[in-house]
């Protein structure tokens, strides 16, 4: 499993201001534009400058998901995240489960202005992390956002997310972590940091 944290300079960087762009976009013109649609909690919830640390985790999940057409991609807890808009227009076939309340009808009417994508490329289901309903080996790419540090048994959830990946496959995940699990509770010099957490990204290839 490769590691990493979050550094300020790379969210900075020319290359992630680069990749964060068309997240920008979806955010800003297209949920701008829905916004008399949607409930003030949930354009909160979209809006960038509220996701601290999209500018560094959506960049480094393209940069680390080594992502091609026709693959199978489960996003796991996506939300209302563009991420599997934007996989889905790479020509992933892409997955979307999360158990919020609204479930999928929410995420159906969030993102309906490209019904093609939905219908063609793009599947949004609600369900259990802890439970996937999905056969071993089904995706060839999971992914997980700024998921796990909400999930009831982090663990459980990360042993269906590697149950479901295929073999030669990879699990990519980011996750915020308390400064004070880090050793000596202090943060790397340069580390994303914010309210009392860092947070981190790891990549793990499946095994034949």
């Given at each position: 499993?490769?590691?990493?944290?979050?550094?300020?300079?790379?969210?900075?960087?020319?290359?992630?201001?680069?990749?964060?762009e068309p997240f920008r976009y979806w955010y800003?013109?297209?949920?701008?534009?829905?916004?008399?649609?949607?409930?003030?909690?949930?354009?909160?919830?979209?809006?960038?400058?509220?996701?601290?640390?999209?500018?560094?985790?959506?960049?480094?999940?393209?940069?680390?998901?080594?992502?091609?057409?026709?693959?199978?991609?489960?996003?796991?807890?996506?939300?209302?995240?563009?991420?599997?808009?934007?996989?889905?227009?790479?020509?992933?076939?892409?997955?979307?489960?999360?158990?919020?309340?609204?479930?999928?009808?929410?995420?159906?009417?969030?993102?309906?202005?490209?019904?093609?994508?939905?219908?063609?490329?793009?599947?949004?289901?609600?369900?259990?992390?802890?439970?996937?309903?999905?056969?071993?080996?089904?995706?060839?790419?999971?992914?997980?956002?700024?998921?796990?540090?909400?999930?009831?048994?982090?663990?459980?959830?990360?042993?269906?997310?590697?149950?479901?990946?295929?073999?030669?496959?990879?699990?990519?995940?980011?996750?915020?972590?308390?400064?004070?699990?880090?050793?000596?509770?202090?943060?790397?010099?340069?580390?994303?940091?914010?309210?009392?957490?860092?947070?981190?990204?790891?990549?793990?290839?499946?095994?034949?």
């Open positions: 499993m490769t590691e990493c944290y979050a550094t300020e300079a790379e969210k900075s960087s020319v290359l992630y201001r680069h990749l964060f800003r013109e297209v949920c701008g534009r829905r916004s008399e649609e949607m409930t003030d909690a949930t354009h909160t919830w979209v809006d960038p400058d509220m996701q601290w640390s999209r500018g560094w985790e959506y960049p480094w999940v393209l940069l680390h998901g080594e992502f091609q057409s026709g693959q199978r991609v489960l996003d796991a807890g996506a939300g209302a995240s563009p991420l599997p808009m934007m996989l889905a227009r790479q020509g992933c076939q892409v997955v979307t489960v999360d158990d919020d309340q609204e479930g999928e009808g929410h995420r159906e009417h969030l993102w309906g202005f490209h019904p093609e994508l939905t219908l063609e490329r793009y599947q949004a289901m609600r369900g259990n992390l802890h439970h996937l309903a999905y056969d071993e080996a089904t995706f060839d790419r999971v992914v997980s956002v700024g998921v796990l540090e909400h999930l009831k048994d982090r663990d459980v959830a990360i042993a269906e997310m590697r149950r479901v990946v295929k073999p030669g496959g990879l699990l990519v995940v980011t996750e915020d972590r308390a400064i004070a699990s880090w050793p000596g509770a202090v943060p790397p010099d340069g580390a994303l940091v914010y309210q009392g957490t860092m947070v981190v990204g790891w990549v793990e290839r499946k095994h034949d």
